[in-house]
């Protein structure tokens, strides 16, 4: 039996499915929207919000003991992580609330708080928060699911605790020493962020570069910035089994060349990846079928292969990033609600990973535009040539730009450098504008801001060596 029938279903408060949920009631078509715990999704509960507060401390931390360099004198740092992990907190229960009030006073939105799973192809049922079950349908379901951390497939003794991007973020004292598994973002931005709180930092890299989607030169300049900040990094190397030991844990690694090293830790960080939330949804009740790891296809208007289900943010395959799941909301308003057409076929993913400095992507790699067998130009400048960054002293980092050979378009950057997601940012525009690169070559910016540095790295383009 059902008990609701709606227009709309959408699975997931997060930064897609929430916003969606809101248009659809707007519009006046009667919506359902479902969330298992917190509204406003992993950006706001355990991603973007409560990681990027933490590292702003870091950065303090980081300056005040730079403080000399300056010539201003601050004495000693320490660090209270009681209240670091408090002001992380505050900020996310005041941008967890502030979702939570914008669902409330939206009429027409029914906010259901429990687990959902399919029993038919849009038929829901919902084990409820509070007891009992509810069982809904509507016209069109849209899953915002999301992911979650994935867990070490390891052998893990009794009595150690291996921690995730969620739970290390509860952490009430600094590490002695952090072992991070894992060598993306998520690895790299809290290994930084401990490291900079005072922890000895190691990271575990299984391949021979960090950040697999960066070109070689971009991955190996991030390398050096860590190891400077005094990260150990262990490449090639994948863990085998963590065992107790008198500092907490002894996490065994295995080399490609087959031996064996034991690295003897506080705490253990897994940071190799995440898995979709699709196992509890009982897909298969929609005739939805899941790609190898679980994830949801879709065609480019975010339509499953079944007709009026659609499946937005992280769920997807494709880039996990908060602006992306949020795009993907106005996708499918814009064809739902408004009788556009857009796709995400037409559409920019830039990326910020924010290690210090940062590092901004938008765009093609190098490597990318090889494996496309385009001809293409690249400039590189490293930030010790910008004014700013010399001015600040913040001149680790470098900057590298591709572009058509033909056409003068812009095909991609990378900028690794004090404020570089601000930079790369810049570089999209003109990317969306669809100028030509000379645009920024000859553009007249303010002295002495960084985007000065694009009169110069457009101004040295040169053929890849082949």
């Given amino acids: 039996m059902v008990d609701d029938r709606f227009e709309l279903i959408v699975i997931g408060a997060g930064q897609g499915g929430g916003p969606l949920a809101g248009a659809f009631a707007q519009a006046g078509r009667r919506t359902a929207l479902i969330e298992r715990e917190h509204a406003g999704g992993t950006c706001v509960n355990t991603g973007c919000t409560p990681t990027k507060t933490m590292i702003a401390s870091g950065r303090v ?22 209240v670091v992990r408090q002001r992380k907190r505050d900020i996310v229960e005041m941008f967890r609330s502030g979702s939570e009030r914008r669902i409330g006073k939206t009429e027409g939105l029914d906010y259901i708080e429990g687990e959902a799973r399919f029993t038919g192809e849009k038929t829901i049922e919902v084990v409820l928060d509070a007891g009992g079950t509810r069982t809904l349908q509507a016209e069109t379901v849209v899953i915002n699911v999301g992911e979650r951390p994935r867990p070490l497939d390891i052998e893990v003794a ?3 605790t291996v921690l ?39 990271i575990v890299q299984r391949s021979d570069r960090l950040l697999g989607r960066e070109d070689p030169d971009i991955a190996d300049a991030v390398a050096g910035i860590l190891r400077e900040d005094g990260i150990g990094i262990e490449f090639n190397s994948s863990p085998v089994k963590i065992t107790r030991g008198d500092a907490g844990a002894v996490v065994t690694v295995e080399r490609k060349d087959g031996s064996r090293k034991e690295i003897r830790a506080s705490h253990v960080l897994a940071a190799a990846g995440r898995i979709p939330n699709t196992d509890t949804l009982d897909t298969g009740a929609t005739g939805l079928t899941l790609d190898r790891r679980g994830y949801i296809e879709t065609d480019g208007r975010l339509e499953t292969a079944v007709p009026g289900i659609y499946a937005i943010g992280d769920v997807r ?8 799941s949020y795009d993907d909301y106005r996708i ?29 992507r938008v765009g093609l790699s190098e490597r990318d535009a090889r494996e496309q067998d385009l001809p293409y130009l690249v400039g590189s400048m490293p930030m010790s040539s910008v ?15 591709l572009v058509h050979a033909d056409t003068d378009r812009i095909l991609g950057a990378a900028v690794l450098g004090i404020d570089g997601g601000e930079l790369m940012a810049m570089i999209e525009i003109a990317m969306m504008g669809n100028l030509p690169y000379t645009a920024l070559r000859d553009g007249v910016f303010a002295h002495p801001n960084l985007s000065e540095a694009l009169n110069n790295v457009f101004g040295h383009l040169e053929t890849p060596a082949p």
């Fill in 61 to 82: 931390a980081y300056l005040a003991r730079r403080g000399a360099d300056y010539g201003v004198n601050t004495g000693d740092v320490s660090v209270n992580m009681e």
């Fill in 158 to 160: 009794d009595g150690v």
């Fill in 164 to 202: 995730d991007s969620t739970s290390v973020m509860e952490l009430d004292e600094v590490p002695d020493h952090l072992v991070v598994i894992g060598g993306g973002p998520i690895g790299l931005e809290f290994g930084q962020l401990f490291r900079r709180l005072g922890a000895s930092v190691t």
């Fill in 317 to 324: 395959p494709g880039p996990k990033f908060t602006h992306i």
């Fill in 332 to 360: 499918v308003k814009a064809n739902l609600i408004d009788g556009g057409n857009r796709s995400v076929d037409d559409r920019l993913e830039p990326y910020t990973i924010f290690i210090d400095p940062q590092l901004g």
């Fill in 387 to 401: 004014a700013r960054a010399l001015e600040t002293d913040e001149t680790r980092g470098v900057i590298k730009v």
